[in-house]
């Protein structure tokens, strides 16, 4: 599951994605074979945090499960 950051919570993509024009066409970020494509990936500084991405309007997506 893809999860976008903030500093104080955590909020469903599908209430940022819905406007951003990278989305796919159910207004999810464009998620493909474990990889973000609207978006790059951060450096992992620990193996026990989830995989981290940010996205081409600048928000910060993990990957949880």
């Known amino acids: 599951m893809l999860v976008i950051m903030m500093d104080d919570r955590?909020?469903?993509?599908?209430?940022?994605?819905?406007?951003c024009c990278w989305a796919d066409r159910s207004g999810e970020p464009r998620w493909r074979q474990g990889h973000l494509t609207c978006g790059h990936p951060l450096a992992?500084?620990?193996h026990h945090i989830p995989n981290q991405y940010?996205?081409?309007?600048?928000?910060?997506i993990a990957q949880i499960s």
Do not use: A, Y
Not at 10 to 19: A, D, G, L, Y
Not at 54 to 60: H, I, K, L, N, S
């Open 54 to 60: 940010e996205c081409q309007m600048g928000f910060r």
């Open 44 to 46: 992992k500084s620990d």
């Open 10 to 19: 955590i909020i469903s993509p599908k209430t940022v994605c819905q406007s």
